[in-house]
C-alpha cells in the first residue's frame, strides 16, 4: 500500500499538450492582455451558449464583479443558500449588501424554490430590499432554474447562477452558463474544478451592457473606447487628432484580469472540457453501481431529473450515527488507505463571522446535509482501478 499514490478528493488533470501550450505563451510577447485572453473569452462564450463570457481572476472576483455590476450595495440583500463555499455569500458583503440564508434540500444540498421564498420572506421581515438570488448548482447539479426564475420574476430579483462546480453540464436543454434564466452566471476554474487554470473565474451573460459594465470593472473601470471619453481636452490634441495614449477611468473597479499564461492552460483545457465530463459522469455512475449496496449507511445524492451534469463532486451521504463512527475517525481512517475524502460544505451561517453578523438561523436541511456529506474522490486521472481501491476501503470501513 506504501508505494500506492495517495488519491485526493479532487485534482486538475494536465497533459502534455497543456504544458506545451503555457511555455509557448512563455516564448512569446504577451504575458497577460494578449491573445489568449481574448481567445478565451470566445471560447468560453461559445462553449456556454452565451453572448459574452468575462474571464477573471478566480471564481470569488467574478462573484464581485456580478454583485458590483447589479449595483447591489447597502440596504440591499441577497439570498443564499447555506450550503456552498464562503465566497458566494462574501460577494454581497464586499458591496456592503446583506445576507439572507436559505435553507437547502437535504438530500441534493441544492436550495429549492420554496426554501429561496421562504428565505425571501424572512430577509423582507427584517425590512431588507432583496435584490438578488444566488443559487448554488453544488457539486454539478442545476437548481430548478425555471421554478427560481419564476419566483425571482415575482419579486423583481436578479439572479446569478453560482456555476463554479457545474461547468459542462447540461439541465432541460440547456447548457450551464448559457443564462437562459438568469442575468449572469459565474465560475471557477481552480485546480479541482472541471477545468483548471491554477487561478481562474469568469462571468457569462446575455446582456450587452452588463457585459460592458463586467469588462470595465475587471480593469479598473478603465476605457480606451473614445466614443465613451468624457474628456475631450484631454483626449484630442490640438488639431482634433485621438491622443493615442488617452484612457478614462470611468468607474471604480479592479485588477481583476487573467494573464495569458493562465488563458493558455484554460484554452488547452476547455478543448477537453467534454471528454473530462464524459470521465467524470462514468466515474460517478460507476460509484453509484458499486457503493449501492453499502446503502443505507452510504448513499448518493438524490438526482435532478432531465440533467446531464457536469460533476465536479461526487458526494455521499453517511449515516454516521448509524455506523457508530464520527466523520472525522472515518475520514482519518481513510486517508491512512490513502485516501482523501472532504467536507463539502460546513453551513456559511454556521462561519464565525456570519453567526457574528446575523446570529444562527434555523436551516434543518442543511444541518442534516452537513452532517452526513462526504466527497469522494473524482477527476478524470482516477482510473478505475483507483476507484476500485476506494470503493474497497469504503466497503471495509463500513462492513469491517
Ligand atoms: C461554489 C463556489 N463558489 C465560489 C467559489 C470561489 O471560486 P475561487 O476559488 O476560484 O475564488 C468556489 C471555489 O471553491 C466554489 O466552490
Known amino acids: 500500500m506504501a508505494d500506492r499514490p495517495f488519491l485526493p478528493y479532487g485534482r486538475q488533470t494536465i497533459d502534455e499538450d497543456d504544458i506545451a501550450a503555457v511555455t509557448q505563451v512563455l516564448r512569446g510577447d504577451y504575458l497577460t492582455t494578449g491573445p489568449n485572453s481574448a481567445s478565451f473569452d470566445q471560447v468560453l462564450a461559445q462553449s456556454t451558449g452565451a453572448r459574452h463570457a468575462i474571464g477573471c481572476a478566480n471564481g470569488t472576483a467574478a462573484l464581485h464583479l456580478a454583485a458590483l455590476a447589479l449595483d447591489l450595495g447597502p440596504g440591499d440583500c441577497v439570498v443564499v443558500p447555506a450550503i456552498t463555499f464562503t465566497a458566494t455569500a462574501n460577494a454581497a458583503r464586499f458591496v456592503g449588501a446583506e445576507v439572507e440564508f436559505a ?60 456555476a463554479c462546480h457545474a461547468l459542462g453540464g447540461v439541465f432541460d436543454g440547456h447548457r450551464v452558463g448559457d443564462c437562459a434564466f438568469s442575468a449572469l452566471s459565474v465560475f471557477s476554474f481552480h485546480p479541482v474544478k472541471t477545468v483548471a487554470m491554477g487561478e481562474g473565474g469568469a462571468v457569462t451573460t446575455n446582456d450587452d451592457a452588463l457585459a460592458g459594465r463586467l469588462r470595465d470593472l475587471r480593469s479598473h473601470g478603465i476605457t480606451r473606447d473614445p466614443t465613451r471619453f468624457q474628456r475631450p481636452d484631454l483626449a484630442f490634441d490640438e488639431h482634433g487628432q485621438p491622443n493615442s495614449w488617452h484612457y478614462e477611468m470611468l468607474d471604480l473597479g479592479f485588477n481583476y484580469r487573467l494573464s495569458d499564461i493562465a488563458c493558455a492552460l484554460g484554452l488547452s483545457q476547455l478543448a477537453k472540457l467534454p471528454a ?33 451534469p457536469g460533476w465536479h463532486l461526487y458526494v455521499a451521504l453517511v449515516d454516521f450515527p448509524g455506523l457508530g463512527r464520527s466523520r472525522a475517525q472515518v475520514m482519518e481512517s481513510l486517508r491512512t488507505r490513502g485516501i482523501g475524502t472532504q467536507v463539502h460544505y460546513i453551513p456559511v451561517p454556521d462561519q464565525p463571522y ?5 446570529g444562527r438561523p434555523i436551516l434543518p436541511g442543511a444541518q442534516a446535509y452537513f452532517l452526513k456529506c462526504l466527497s469522494l474522490p473524482l477527476y478524470p486521472g482516477l482510473g478505475d482501478d483507483d476507484q476500485d481501491r476506494v470503493i474497497d476501503a469504503l466497503f471495509q470501513e463500513l462492513r469491517p
Open 103 to 162: 435553507d437547502v434540500d437535504p438530500l441534493t444540498g441544492l436550495m429549492r424554490v420554496d426554501d429561496a421564498r421562504a428565505a425571501i420572506a424572512r430577509a423582507q421581515a427584517k425590512g431588507w430590499k432583496v435584490r438578488a438570488l444566488f443559487p448554488v448548482h453544488l457539486a454539478g447539479q442545476v437548481c430548478d432554474m425555471a421554478g427560481l426564475a419564476e419566483l425571482a420574476r415575482d419579486h423583481d430579483l436578479a439572479v446569478v447562477e453560482d
Open 354 to 358: 456570519y453567526v457574528a453578523r446575523y
Open 276 to 308: 473530462f465530463v464524459a470521465r467524470r459522469a462514468q466515474l460517478v455512475a460507476r460509484y453509484d453501481r458499486l457503493l449501492a449496496p453499502l446503502a443505507p449507511l452510504l448513499f448518493p445524492t438524490n438526482r435532478r431529473p432531465r440533467q446531464n
